[in-house]
């Protein structure tokens, strides 16, 4: 079945401690991008990938770090998470740029405190 | 800069009645249009999408939407709503290199039996 996985779903950590949500497609998708979703703001992007290696900035980056080392794989790292970074991140995945439909994980909800 | 307006936060609706949810963007060129649906708990679903062509484009779930160049607006419209149709509706809009995209804030549907 085609589709993109997250893990953790849910997480609760405490102000500082380092960590990381796994994204991973089964589509061969060239690029993935990650979002947070908060109430009245819609979804803001976070950062994406074009492909391997190659990854740039959204709009909202501050304290996030993404990598892409494989093609299937697109991990979200907080070194120093905040209470302000609690929300609900979604990872997506298309065929390649442009106007292609993306593909969303099931979200992860995680809660900083 | 790209943005997505969705004027209206919610919208309630009698079921077998019509809807039109509002999406108004700001770009300078002719970007990628998309609508996305969000059911309760779960990622987002691509209902339809639009770059080129024919201005009116259909969409999954008897959805259609129509671009308007003149007015910088992809309103989305069903004829006839059903009690599943209830959830939370964004519209975003690509750049014509297609990395970014701008999520609307979301209209939230909800269905009167």
């Known amino acids: 079945e085609a589709q993109v996985t997250q893990n953790p779903r849910y997480l609760i950590t405490v102000t500082g401690k380092k960590l990381t949500v796994t994204c991973s497609q089964n589509m061969n998708h060239e690029y993935m991008s990650w979002y947070r979703q908060d109430p009245g703001l819609g979804l803001r992007q976070i950062y994406y990938?074009?492909?391997?290696?190659?990854?740039d900035k959204g709009d909202v980056p501050e304290g996030y770090k993404v990598s892409r080392k494989e093609k299937r794989n697109f991990p979200l790292i907080l070194e120093s998470p905040s209470p302000n970074q609690t929300s609900l991140y979604f990872c997506?995945?298309?065929?390649?740029?442009?106007?292609?439909?993306?593909?969303f994980g099931p979200g992860t909800r995680l809660t900083v405190t | 800069a790209q943005s997505v307006t969705q004027p209206d936060i919610h919208i309630t609706v009698s079921e077998g009645a019509s809807l039109e949810l509002r999406c108004n963007y700001s770009y300078g060129a002719t970007p990628y249009l998309f609508w996305y649906v969000q059911s309760p708990g779960q990622g987002l679903q691509l209902l339809l999408k639009?770059?080129?062509?024919?201005?009116l484009v259909q969409g999954i779930k008897g959805f259609e939407a129509e671009f308007k160049r003149s007015q910088s607006s992809f309103n989305l419209r069903k004829p006839s709503v059903h009690w599943s149709d209830a959830a939370e509706y964004f519209c975003a809009v690509g750049d014509t290199g297609g990395f970014k995209t701008i999520f609307g804030a979301g209209t939230r549907l909800f269905v009167k039996a």
């Open positions: 997506a995945s298309s065929l390649r740029q442009g106007a292609y439909e993306q593909y």
């Open positions: 639009y770059f080129s062509g024919d201005t």
């Open positions: 990938s074009m492909n391997v290696e190659v990854t």
